[in-house]
């Protein structure tokens, strides 16, 4: 059976502490610990997780060794660029646009997160996924914790 890959953005670790995506957070990251799922990071998240409240900073450094680390290359920085060329987000949130590029790159199944404003937003999805199919990538299914696991599964 194919485990799948999920790419995390620096918000599904600190939504584990926000009274607002508190439960799914951590129901995610249980199911994550049973194995149901692999997860992704990169050197991005990495860097934004290092500027976070000390809580978070823990919590994600506990996991780190059960995470694989997409690697920023060539390919991702093209992708990237691709997406800001089509304005999907503009230059000021390139960190977003490099997420969706390093999960594309890396073959991940999807990308969780809860930036509904640059990442998981309805607009947007499907043209992360025309760059992605127009530079021959394989489109991404981008979703919130909530949407991949929930309560009683």
């Keep these: 059976m194919h485990k799948l890959k999920f790419y995390l953005d620096t918000s599904v670790f ?54 694989e680390v997409a690697v920023i290359d060539k390919a991702v920085l093209d992708l990237q660029n691709a997406y800001l060329k089509h304005n999907i987000v503009t230059q000021k949130w390139y960190d977003d646009a490099l997420h969706v590029a390093l999960a594309t790159v890396d073959g991940c199944d999807g990308i969780v ?19 992605n199919i127009l530079n021959e990538y394989k489109p991404i299914f981008i979703h919130s914790p909530m949407e991949v696991v929930y309560e009683g599964q």
């Design 113 to 131: 997160s809860w930036n509904f404003k640059h990442i998981v937003n309805f607009k947007k999805i499907p043209l992360y996924n025309a760059v």
């Design 14 to 67: 600190g939504g584990v502490f926000d009274e607002k995506f508190s439960d799914a957070s951590r129901t995610f990251f249980e199911a994550a610990e049973r194995g149901l799922f692999q997860i992704v990071i990169s050197a991005v998240v990495a860097d934004e997780i290092s500027l976070a409240p000390k809580h978070v900073r823990e919590f994600f450094d506990d996991l780190l060794p059960k995470m």
